[in-house]
């Protein structure tokens, strides 16, 4: 064998292992842990995320809520992980989820949050007494 066939045949091989990896995670994609969400409004020292679960079998386990810097707040809003019945069906619901905040200040923010799919929303926000 010349040294040219045996780059040839390594990519083959190579070629014919990706192709394999590719076929699997397109069976088996990875699952979403984040609902898709479609806005947000804070009211008060409320903030209200308005969604879509992936079924009616779907819940929140938690939303995490973490203060970067002085003007940034990230949200991030986490399916159960339980596994879900069969019988849960493939169609989304709608879901309305409030979460109190904490603390109390003024300002002006840029509010993100998470969403399925890698999506983020991001808000300016001028925040008043009414605010964490």
């Known amino acids: 064998m010349t040294a040219r066939s045996v780059v040839a045949f390594a990519l ?26 479609k806005n947000f409004e804070v009211e008060g020292h409320t903030l209200v995320l308005y969604g879509e679960f992936p079924n009616r ?11 970067e810097g002085v003007r940034d707040v990230y949200v991030e809003p986490i399916l159960d992980a339980t596994p879900v019945p069969h019988n849960c ?22 509010v993100h949050v998470r ?7 991001s808000k300016s926000m001028a925040l008043g007494d009414h605010f964490f």
């Open 57 to 67: 079998c779907s819940r929140l386990s938690e939303v995490r809520i973490d203060s």
């Open 12 to 37: 083959v091989q190579f070629a014919a292992s990706v192709h394999a990896s590719v076929s699997e995670a397109n069976r088996n994609p990875p699952i979403d842990r984040h609902p898709q969400i």
């Open 115 to 121: 969403s399925a799919g890698g999506r983020v929303l």
């Open 89 to 110: 069906g493939n169609l989304s619901v709608p879901f309305q989820h409030r979460e109190d905040l904490e603390g109390n200040r003024r300002g002006h923010y840029v």
